[in-house]
């Protein structure tokens, strides 16, 4: 439950950062940069509030991928279509 939390927020932040910087000049871009940064370092607080709860890192490290990546695939994918919508 907390993984489907994490990706919704993650989610959620990334259409919200794209959504601040649609009008500047390659906000698509620079959005998704900005967003898979600060999400990297969100999962990685993440990361180490497991750990610091009594998991391994090896077991937080799947977790860390899939709250990671699913988000930034979401807002990649909305970056593409903003993109193409602009011209």
Not at 14 to 25: V, Y
Request: aromatic share 10%; glycine share 10%; proline share 3%.
């Amino acid at each position: 439950m907390r993984t489907l939390i994490v990706i919704a927020i993650g989610i959620a932040l990334g259409i919200a950062l794209l959504w601040l910087l649609r009008r500047q000049r390659n906000a698509p871009m620079t959005g998704l940069l900005a967003f898979a940064g600060l999400w990297l370092l969100a999962c990685g607080y993440n990361l180490s509030v497991g750990v610091s709860h009594g998991y391994s890192v090896a077991e937080e490290i799947p977790f860390l991928l899939v709250n990671y990546l699913v988000p930034v695939a979401v807002v990649w994918a909305l970056r593409n279509r903003i993109g193409k919508a602009q011209g």
